[in-house]
């Protein structure tokens, strides 16, 4: 029925959203469970069951959603984009998977602290900042119709979360659990021997990428200033996201994959060259 809601051709969306709002209601009113907070429900099923707002909001909502899903070839971001990756290659399912990167909540914890800066950002300001780093490109304007579409969408998958500002660290409420990097010592030798089993025939035997996953080091990777370029990061990541469709690696193999992984040559983040001139903080 959702699925009707999301094909529908618009002058039919009024009557089947209200038929289907009231289905809702009524159902969540049988099993007395009406306005059921995310802490209740399972993440997912929370976003899959938000109905996109009506009007304009909703059309910058699903512009948000087209510019996560296709960052790199959506005309309005490309010029913004330096590798072969969309904000969903990391954030996976468009920030709607409950651990990947996970959207869900997130526009609750903003502003927040972010130690890397210095300062208080705002929702915004850590979109742009992914754009400078995990896409290696520069920052479209704050402000502009890019940032405010995305961070729109991630709002929109938001609702419900009680909001919480982050003192600690840029970060919302269903963040990459961190695995404890003090507990491991990462060997790059046997994360070859398992880079090679479990990720280069989606990823390459050289890192390039193929059809089936993009580039994870190389030119076309995200730069060595991404949170993926650092080997916790990116073992914490990958325990939860990769392989794709298998995701069964231990803490231990995680850490020397990424060890691997992250030994090889990326983009370089320059700050100056990468803040775009329109950004007065880049001053
Ligand atoms: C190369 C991987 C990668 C790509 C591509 C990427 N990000 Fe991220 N992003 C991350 C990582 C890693 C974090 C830190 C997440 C964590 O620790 O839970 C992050 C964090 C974020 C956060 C803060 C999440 C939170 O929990 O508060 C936002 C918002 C965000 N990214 C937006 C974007 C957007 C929008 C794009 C596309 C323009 C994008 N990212 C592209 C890897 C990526
Ligand atoms: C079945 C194919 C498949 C396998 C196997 C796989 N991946 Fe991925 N990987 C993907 C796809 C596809 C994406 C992008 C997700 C999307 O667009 O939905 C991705 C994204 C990534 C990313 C973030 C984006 C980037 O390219 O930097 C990294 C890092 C990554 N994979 C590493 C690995 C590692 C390491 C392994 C092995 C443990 C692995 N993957 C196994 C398909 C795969």
Not at 9 to 33: D, E, H, K, M, W
Not at 71 to 79: G, I
Not at 191 to 204: I, M, Q, S, V
């Amino acid at each position: 029925m959702i699925e009707t809601f999301f094909t529908a051709r618009p002058n039919q969306i009024g009557s089947i959203a209200v038929t289907i709002l009231c289905t809702l209601f009524v159902l969540a009113a049988l099993s007395g469970s009406y306005a059921a907070s995310p802490e209740e429900t399972s993440d997912s099923t929370v976003a899959e069951k938000t109905p996109y707002p009506p009007g304009e909001l909703g059309r910058v909502v699903r512009l948000g959603e087209s510019l996560v899903m296709e960052t790199h070839s959506h005309p309005l971001t490309r010029p913004y984009v330096g590798n072969h990756l969309n904000c969903t290659s990391c954030h996976l399912e468009g920030g709607k998977h409950p651990e990947a990167g996970s959207f869900i909540g997130v526009a609750a914890a903003y502003p927040a602290w972010s130690g890397r800066e210095s300062k208080v950002i705002t929702l915004e300001d850590r979109i742009l900042n992914c754009f400078i780093r995990s896409q290696n490109g520069t920052r479209p304007e704050n402000g502009s119709e890019v940032p405010v579409a995305i961070a729109t969408y991630i709002t929109w998958l938001s609702q419900g979360w009680k909001l919480q500002m982050n003192p600690k660290a840029p970060l919302g409420p269903n963040h990459v659990e961190p695995l404890d990097a003090s507990q491991f010592t990462a060997d790059p030798k046997r994360g070859e021997t398992l880079y090679e089993d479990r990720c280069a025939f989606c990823h390459a035997d050289d890192g390039a990428g193929t059809d089936d996953g993009p580039a994870v080091w190389g030119d076309f990777s995200y730069n060595d200033g991404a949170g993926l370029s650092k080997v916790p990061k990116l073992a914490s990541w990958l325990k939860v996201a990769m392989p794709l469709d298998d995701t069964d690696l231990t803490a231990q193999e995680a850490f020397d994959i990424a060890a691997y992984v992250n030994g090889h040559a990326r983009p370089k983040f320059s700050p100056s060259e990468k803040r775009g001139k329109t950004d007065s903080a880049g001053k």
